[in-house]
């Protein structure tokens, strides 16, 4: 099993641009979750998605879209990115409701400038 | 709103020395306590879930202990392949965990 992986590993774009990181798990988890990692700040939830056909918004939203490809796939899309979106992304999955655990992807380090 | 407060933020130990590391949360209705483990430029790596108060889970130099308050993650002679950052998060009622910012931790030999 792979786990969680994502691609692509480190991305530069300039401000407008848009692209989107690809989330995949081969553990057969219903939830998926997309995070952001800035120094001092800790991990801070963009969205997740509950369920395949689910989403919902995290604390920091604002500047994403995602979309539930299907169970495996979960996508986190910038439209028009910014310098503030400079971080590194993670995404995690975690089998179902309860306090089953997070499992995290190796992340994508995106600079804006 | 549910919190986690992770205190030290770093930590400097010498090979050998044994050190906890502290978690204090607020949470309404706590259905797990998490421990990660995550080294730099790495994604954050599952160490323990605690589910309720007294309960204590080990692996290896590692023993994560969970009091109604707090958790604690006690480090018995660290080595310096233990240097890394541990985050600790809560799940109250919802689908989200909710992170504390992370404990730096440097084992010099």
């Known amino acids: 099993n792979a786990g969680v992986t994502q691609t692509p590993k480190f991305q530069v774009l300039k401000t407008g641009q848009s692209m989107t990181l690809q989330c995949a798990q081969d553990?057969?988890?219903?939830?998926m979750y997309w995070y952001r990692q800035d120094p001092g700040m800790g991990l801070r939830l963009i969205y997740y998605?509950?369920?395949?056909?689910?989403?919902d918004k995290g604390e920091v939203p604002n500047g994403y879209n995602v979309s539930r490809l299907n169970k495996r796939e979960f996508s986190l899309r910038l439209e028009s990115a910014a310098p503030s979106q400079t971080s590194v992304y993670f995404c995690a999955s975690r089998e179902q409701g309860g306090a089953d655990t997070q499992y995290f992807g190796p992340g994508t380090r995106l600079t804006v400038l | 709103e549910d919190q986690v407060t992770q205190s030290p933020e770093a930590l400097r130990l010498q090979e050998g020395e044994s050190s906890s590391l502290n978690c204090s949360y607020t949470?309404?209705?706590?259905?797990?306590l998490f421990w990660y483990r995550q080294d730099p430029g790495k994604g954050p790596e599952f160490l323990f879930t605690?589910?309720?108060a007294g309960e204590e889970k080990e692996k290896e130099r590692l023993k994560a202990t969970l009091t109604k308050k707090e958790s604690f993650l006690h480090i018995t002679a660290p080595k310096p392949e233990d240097s890394a950052t541990y985050l600790c998060a809560v799940q109250g009622g919802s689908e989200k965990l909710v992170f504390g910012k992370g404990m730096k931790l440097t084992v010099n030999p």
């Open positions: 553990m057969n988890h219903n939830s």
């Open positions: 949470v309404s209705g706590l259905r797990g």
């Open positions: 605690l589910y309720s």
């Open positions: 998605s509950a369920s395949e056909g689910t989403t």
